[in-house]
Structure formats: C-alpha cells, structure tokens
C-alpha cells in the first residue's frame, strides 16, 4: 500500500510538472492575481485583526466575560475559563485568526487543550466584510445577509456536536490570574507574529491558486465543474465566478454555502500551519468543516420552503 501511494504521488507530481511546463505563462499572472488579492483583501483585514487579538490576549481586556455570561456558555457547551473569550475573538477576526487565538490562548494557559479542541470545529468565522463584497457580485443584500447568517450560526449547532461530557475539574488547568504585559513590549512580537501568519497565507493562497489555474486548463471541466474545483481549492476564486453560472439563484445560493462550509483547501492549509506544535487538533476542524456543509446546507433548504415564498 506505501509504494501504491509513493507511485501515485509521482505519477501527480510529474503530472503537474507538465502542466507547469505547458502553461509556463499562467506562472507569473496567477503569483501576481494572488499577490494582488492578498494585498487588497487578506492583509487589511487580518494584519490588525492578528495585532489586536494578540494584545486583548495578553492583557486579558475581556477579562470581565469569565463573571457573568462566559459560565453561561460554559455550561452549555460543556467548556471552562475564558471560552466565550475564544469565541467572541474567532467572530470578530474571522479564520484563520480563530486558529491564532487558540493557539495563543492555550500557550499562555488561558485555555486548557481540551476545550481548544472543541472550539477549533466552531469558530470558524469567514471574514463578513469580504463575504458580503464577493457575495454581492452575485446576489442582492437580503440573500447575502442570509447566507452570512446561516455559515455563522451553523457554528453554534456544530458545538452542541463537539461539547461531549462535562469534566469539572478542568477548572483548575487553567491560569486565571494571568499576568497583564506593558501594550509596548506586546506591540513588537505582535506585529512579528503576524507578519509571519500572513506571509504563510500568501504562500498558500498562490500555491492553489496556481494549481487550480492549471488543472482548469484541462479541455474537459464544465462551468459549474470549474467552480466546485475552484471552490475545493481556494473559495475566493470560486465565489468571484459564481456570476458566470447560468444557474437560478437558489442552486448558486446553495453552491456558495458549501464552499463557504468547507473552506478550501487552502484554508485547511493554513490552519495546520497556524497549529503546527501544538495539541490542537486539526482532525476536529476538518469534521467541523464536513458538518458545516451538511448543517448549513439542510438548513438553507428548509428555511427556504418553510418560510421564504
């Protein structure tokens, strides 16, 4: 079976090799495309998102929520300390800073490792700003609010799957009483920390963007083929096509969701890299992200025969 999979993996690899040499020309448009992407959409948004979870996380700002509505959500998603802290973070910065915060939180002793594990498979939160822009190239406002809601509150059924028995005495790994660092000696490592993240984004995002560019070059992919490729890879790609398809508007609404719910490829990318020597577990992200498809996807479905006519 490994050397079936070692020649398999030649046999791609070469493959792709060709491809390269064949359409050498997408090289230098597709790193530029992605280049430009990044610089238009990804830093503006992330960059400061990066700098400011790492200073809210260690200067414990949002220490207020562990007395009073953080035990609520503790005791129903069976979690302990500051998760509500977690997931408030992942909401407003998006992913893959979710899987940032996580991290930073569990090296800090903030969080225990149990609970990291649970909320990687639901706070994955897509940046709205950039959702409701690509969105809105192919629906009107009131679609494109609808599906922002759905993708995010599908999180929350996703947590009642993932919060297994309660363990009380988890309590007691975490460190409440955290030190709180100077803004100026957090500014610098913050801003390296990020830049680091990013770069890894951008090397991610041109990777698939080039692979997808070259499998599509390939003379026997349909529109809608080209699009659910794109969307495995890299959704940006995907979403910005969406206009093309001479679909109705309910199947493309639906195509959107569940290549919003899994991620792409990239994104998954990503946040292996964003884990890597860590104990969180990816596995959990990518059955958060299996579920995310199948939840939000059913639930669009119902609530557009039973209450939208």
Same mark, same amino acid.
């Given at each position: 079976?490994?050397?079936?999979k070692?020649?398999?993996t030649i046999?791609?690899?070469?493959?792709?090799?060709f491809?390269?040499?064949?359409?050498?020309y997408l090289?230098a448009?597709?790193?530029m495309?992605?280049?430009?992407?990044?610089?238009?959409?990804?830093f503006?948004?992330l960059?400061?998102?990066?700098?400011?979870n790492?200073?809210?996380?260690?200067?414990n700002?949002?220490s207020?929520l562990n007395k009073?509505?953080n035990?609520?959500?503790?005791?129903?998603?069976h979690?302990?300390?500051?998760?509500?802290?977690a997931?408030l973070?992942?909401?407003?910065?998006?992913t893959?800073?979710?899987?940032f915060?996580?991290?930073?939180?569990v090296?800090?002793g903030?969080?225990?490792?149990e609970?990291?594990?649970k909320?990687?498979?639901?706070t994955?939160?897509?940046?709205?700003?950039?959702l409701y !822009? @690509?969105l809105?190239l $192919?629906?009107?406002?009131?679609?494109?609010?609808?599906i /922002? *809601?759905v +993708?995010y509150?599908?999180n929350?059924?996703i947590?009642l799957f993932?919060?297994?028995k309660k363990?009380?005495?988890?309590?007691s790994m975490?460190?409440e009483?955290q030190?709180?660092?100077?803004?100026?000696?957090?500014?610098?490592?913050?801003i390296?920390?990020?830049?680091?993240t990013l770069?890894?984004?951008?090397g991610?995002?041109?990777?698939y963007?080039?692979i997808?560019?070259l499998?599509l070059k390939?003379?026997?992919?349909?529109?809608?083929t080209?699009?659910i490729?794109?969307g495995?890879?890299?959704?940006?790609?995907?979403?910005?096509?969406?206009p093309s398809?001479t679909?109705l508007?309910?199947?493309?609404?639906?195509i !959107? @969701?569940i290549?919003? $719910?899994f991620g792409?490829?990239s994104?998954h990318?990503? /946040? *292996?890299? +964003?884990l890597e020597?860590?104990?969180?577990?990816y596995?959990?992200?990518?059955?958060g992200?299996?579920?995310?498809?199948?939840?939000?996807?059913s639930s669009?479905?119902?609530?557009?025969?039973?209450?939208?006519?």
């Amino acid at each position: 079976m490994n050397n079936l999979k070692k020649v398999l993996t030649i046999i791609i690899l070469f493959f792709f090799l060709f491809l390269l040499f064949k359409y050498n020309y997408l090289l230098a448009k597709t790193t530029m495309d992605a280049v430009y992407l990044w610089l238009g959409k990804v830093f503006p948004n992330l960059f400061i998102m990066f700098i400011l979870n790492d200073i809210i996380i260690n200067t414990n700002l949002l220490s207020f929520l562990n007395k009073g509505s953080n035990s609520l959500f503790n005791k129903i998603f069976h979690t302990n300390g500051p998760a509500l802290e977690a997931f408030l973070l992942s909401l407003f910065s998006g992913t893959p800073s979710s899987a940032f915060i996580l991290k930073e939180m569990v090296q800090n002793g903030r969080l225990s490792l149990e609970d990291a594990n649970k909320l990687i498979a639901y706070t994955y939160f897509p940046n709205p700003l950039f959702l409701y !822009a @690509i969105l809105s190239l $192919s629906f009107n406002k009131v679609i494109v609010i609808r599906i /922002i *809601l759905v +993708i995010y509150l599908t999180n929350l059924v996703i947590g009642l799957f993932f919060k297994g028995k309660k363990k009380e005495n988890c309590t007691s790994m975490i460190r409440e009483d955290q030190e709180n660092h100077p803004l100026l000696s957090i500014l610098p490592l913050a801003i390296t920390k990020s830049i680091n993240t990013l770069l890894m984004i951008l090397g991610s995002i041109t990777f698939y963007m080039i692979i997808s560019n070259l499998i599509l070059k390939l003379p026997f992919f349909s529109p809608l083929t080209s699009i659910i490729i794109k969307g495995l890879l890299e959704i940006t790609q995907a979403l910005n096509s969406l206009p093309s398809l001479t679909l109705l508007s309910f199947k493309k609404e639906i195509i !959107a @969701i569940i290549i919003i $719910s899994f991620g792409g490829i990239s994104i998954h990318t990503q /946040i *292996l890299q +964003i884990l890597e020597g860590t104990k969180i577990k990816y596995q959990n992200f990518f059955f958060g992200r299996l579920m995310h498809v199948l939840i939000s996807t059913s639930s669009y479905i119902l609530i557009k025969i039973f209450f939208i006519r």
